[in-house]
Nanobody, 119 residues
């Protein structure tokens, strides 16, 4: 079982930056692909970014491409989401998640962290 504990987030003005962290324990971190998702009030959860187990490939939603960067440190068992040029529409609860490469879905989820971007 993998446990994911998130940190970071908070309130920032439009144009600002935040970094989210997702620390993993209880499993072999570098066996898992990692992803970030978000859910805004009244909306469904949506994909934000993902990174392969090695960090060799990354994927982004069109809405965040060029502004957000996903990364991971397999020594520190932590994944990150660097968010720059934040917009009010980025306001949401952000979740990290872990998935084995052969799995169809993300099996393990962090507790979520609020990101609020003021205009």
């Amino acid at each position: 079982q993998v446990q994911l504990v998130q940190s970071g987030g908070g309130l920032v003005q439009a144009g600002g930056s935040l970094r989210l962290s997702c620390a993993a324990s209880g499993g072999t971190f570098d066996s898992y692909a990692m992803g970030w998702f978000r859910q805004a009030p009244g909306k469904e959860r949506e994909f934000v970014a993902a990174i392969t187990w090695s960090g060799g490939s990354t994927y982004y939603a069109d809405s965040v491409k060029g502004r957000f960067t996903i990364s991971r440190d397999n020594v520190k068992n932590t994944a990150f989401l660097q968010m720059n040029s934040l917009k009010p529409e980025d306001t949401a609860v952000y979740y990290c998640a872990a998935r084995l490469p052969q799995a169809d879905d993300y099996d393990y989820w962090g507790q979520g962290t609020q990101v609020t971007v003021s205009s």
